[in-house]
């Protein structure tokens, strides 16, 4: 059996070195994930997708030609389904349109932000509805109020704005 004795100074510097190796790991770490991109293309438009809070919402609803009231008419959390079902499938299709993808989001629970519109054309009887996870916007859609069945993805809106 081999016994190995590190001196006093030794054993401080190979401290230092293990902390400084796991400082710089986990700083590396958190950059990474704090850059996730913050930005999706929706046709051929950068859009943020931040959502830490309503203003950031707001926003994001501005960049796409909406306007929206200051605060939310319901927050819920849902969550995106392990396996999708055929209506979950047309779904996912409707935001792999605008640049998004549920896909990667299975089995996670997220926050569904909905949104009465303001704008002329949609006048209150549309919503704004924000999926949102860890402050970033995964997906959405604008729908029609009371479940009539009209549904629209981000990219429809952006290219129905930039017509006029």
């Known amino acids: 059996m081999t016994i190995c004795f590190l001196?006093?100074?030794?054993?401080?510097?190979?401290?230092?070195?293990?902390?400084?190796?796991?400082l710089?790991?986990?700083?590396?770490?958190?950059?990474?994930?704090?850059h996730q991109s913050r930005y999706?293309?929706?046709?051929?438009?950068?859009?943020c997708i931040s959502a830490a809070d309503p203003q950031q919402h707001k926003a994001f609803a501005r960049q796409l030609g909406l306007e929206t009231a200051d605060y939310p008419e319901m927050i819920q959390k849902?969550?995106?389904?392990?396996?999708?079902?055929?209506?979950?499938?047309?779904y996912n299709n409707l935001q792999k349109n605008s640049g998004?993808?549920?896909l990667t989001f299975r089995g996670k629970k997220?926050?569904?932000?909905?949104y009465r519109l303001q704008n002329k054309k949609f006048s209150g009887e549309y919503l704004l509805n924000l999926m949102v996870f860890r402050d970033r916007i995964?997906?959405?859609d604008v729908s029609k109020d009371k479940y009539k069945g009209s549904i629209c993805s981000f990219s429809d809106i952006l290219s129905d704005n930039s017509e006029r």
């Open 24 to 34: 710089a790991v986990s700083f590396l770490l958190g950059f990474a994930a704090s």
């Open 40 to 47: 999706v293309c929706i046709g051929e438009k950068n859009i």
């Open 110 to 114: 997220c926050t569904l932000y909905t």
């Open 78 to 90: 849902v969550r995106i389904p392990q396996e999708f079902n055929g209506l979950y499938e047309k």
């Open 138 to 140: 995964i997906g959405g």
């Open 7 to 22: 001196s006093r100074k030794y054993s401080k510097i190979l401290f230092a070195v293990f902390a400084f190796f796991l």
């Open 100 to 102: 998004f993808d549920l």
